[in-house]
């Protein structure tokens, strides 16, 4: 089956760092990522699309120059949260769109716990 | 603007029993309505997906129902198992015409022994 491998899957980081999280899919090629952010006991809400080779769709209210995407690859997108501060800390999720398929299902990462000290 | 609704309190059952867990929505027409499965730390896990022009998908103990008049989703798991205990979202898709998924807060299910 499709695996998305997510890295790391938790970091704590100190107040005004920045913080790269890598979100690979190891046996396909996924044109499109997605990445998503989860408070505790609420649902995934949608950050940004990540199309390979070109910039990135955020939703509205997420600042791109605060969440910066990069899908340089089929296999791999990056989002670095920069300038962390503790309002930042939360669950990030990526998935990935197997390239070629239509409307289908996503697969995910296993998330990265991010705390900001 | 686009709202699901899940319950959110935990549904509580006993070994054996059937689980039935509900999705709602409003201001939208999906094409396509997914179930994922999420354990506590964890990426969800992708169960079942249903076209609007379905009305019924099974798969093994799973079971899902798509009634888009209602704008609603159930979706039910059979002789259910303490290893069923997770948090089961529902999420809508298609839309649009994109990719995106909108996703349901989620509905714990605890499964007794």
């Known amino acids: 089956g499709a695996v998305v491998s997510q890295h790391p899957s938790w970091v704590i980081c100190k107040s005004g760092t920045s913080v790269k999280i890598e979100c690979r899919s190891l046996?396909?090629?996924?044109?499109?990522m997605f990445w998503y952010r989860q408070f505790p006991k609420q649902s995934l809400m949608l950050m940004a699309t990540s199309n390979e080779g070109s910039k990135a769709t955020y939703e509205q209210g997420v600042e791109k120059d605060k969440f910066l995407i990069n899908h340089a690859s089929l296999t791999l997108s990056t989002l670095t949260v920069t300038s962390a501060h503790p309002e930042d800390s939360s669950f990030y999720i990526c998935?990935?769109?197997?390239?070629?398929?239509?409307?289908?299902?996503?697969?995910f990462g296993s998330g990265t716990q991010l705390s900001v000290l | 603007s686009q709202k699901i609704e899940q319950n959110s309190e935990a549904l509580n059952i006993q070994e054996g029993k059937t689980a039935t867990l509900t999705c709602n929505y409003t201001?939208?027409?999906?094409?396509?309505l997914q179930w994922y499965r999420q354990d506590p730390g964890r990426g969800p896990v992708f169960l079942l997906l249903?076209?609007?022009?379905?009305k019924e998908k099974r798969k093994e103990r799973l079971k899902v129902t798509f009634d888009t008049t209602l704008k609603q989703s159930l979706f039910h798991i059979t002789a259910s198992q303490p290893a069923d205990s997770a948090t089961y979202l529902c999420?809508?898709?298609?839309?649009?015409?994109?990719?995106?998924?909108?996703f349901g807060s989620g509905t714990r299910l605890l499964v007794r022994p």
């Open positions: 998935s990935a769109k197997r390239s070629g398929t239509g409307i289908e299902k996503l697969f």
């Open positions: 201001n939208y027409s999906p094409a396509y």
């Open positions: 249903i076209r609007e022009n379905e």
């Open positions: 999420a809508l898709g298609g839309g649009d015409s994109s990719y995106k998924l909108i």
């Open positions: 046996d396909f090629q996924a044109t499109t």
